[in-house]
């Protein structure tokens, strides 16, 4: 599952890319990320990881009708820049993107 990391004020955010069986579409999940550390990560490239999501976007692969949804989580009160929201929402732009031509192409790996 590949994620993207970025730092914003001092915190780290990541954004993780998979495909969620259930609900039949590409989940895009933002979360904070944890220290590699503190996740007793073996590979020392990595300094951070992909932490509990508190926003999923589902993007549709199999209907380019379907408009992409999000779900927000937290149990807790949450304060997320701006920045890092439209740095999540251009990361689910593109997947939408990506979907829509693997759909227009009938080629499912132009997504991965």
């Not at 933002?30 to 073996?42: D, Q």
């Not at 990881?49 to 999923?56: D, V």
């Not at 989580?73 to 929201?85: G, L, M, T």
């Amino acid at each position: 599952m590949p994620w993207e990391l970025r730092e914003h004020a001092g915190r780290h955010y990541a954004v993780l890319f998979h495909y969620a069986l259930p609900d039949n579409a590409w989940a895009v999940e933002l979360s904070e990320a944890v220290s590699a550390e503190a996740a007793e990560n073996p590979d020392a490239s990595v300094t951070h990881l992909p932490g509990a999501a508190f926003l999923i976007a589902l993007v549709s692969d199999e209907d380019p009708n379907l408009q992409p949804t999000v779900r927000v989580w937290s149990p807790d009160e949450r304060v997320v820049p701006y920045e890092v929201i439209r740095w999540f929402m251009e990361q689910v732009a593109d997947q939408v993107e990506r979907c829509r031509i693997a759909f227009e192409q009938g080629d499912p790996e132009v997504v991965e």
